[in-house]
């Protein structure tokens, strides 16, 4: 089993950046594809960004392509998510996880995006 916590949220401005990181432990994180996930007030958790299990794959939500870029560094056991331009409705709980997502989360990391 895997273990991940994540970090880097905060109260950004509209058009700031954000860089979350995510540090797996456990059963060794860098086997598996990763991936970022958020879940907003009142929503249901959605898909972000993937990465494959090289980092030569990556994947992304439409609302989020051309903004994030999502990475990983295998040596660190580290899975990070760029994230600029940012807009209001980014605000959101961030999760990381392996691709397919297992069934424990962490708690999160919370970025919130002001007007």
């Known amino acids: 089993q895997v273990q991940l916590v994540e970090s880097g949220g905060g109260l950004v401005q509209a058009g700031g950046s954000l860089r979350l990181s995510c540090v797996g432990s456990?059963?060794?994180?860098?086997?598996?594809?990763m991936g970022w996930f958020r879940q907003a007030p009142g929503k249901g958790r959605e898909f972000v960004a993937r990465?494959?299990?090289?980092?030569?794959?990556?994947v992304y939500a439409d609302s989020v392509k051309g903004r994030f870029t999502i990475s990983r560094d295998s040596a660190k056991n580290t899975l990070y998510l760029q994230m600029n331009s940012l807009k209001p409705e980014d605000t959101a709980i961030y999760y990381c996880?392996?691709?397919?997502?297992?069934?424990?989360w962490g708690q999160g990391t919370q970025v919130t995006v002001s007007s």
């Open positions: 990465i494959d299990y090289s980092g030569d794959n990556t």
């Open positions: 456990g059963r060794t994180a860098r086997t598996y594809g």
């Open positions: 996880n392996t691709y397919p997502p297992g069934t424990g």
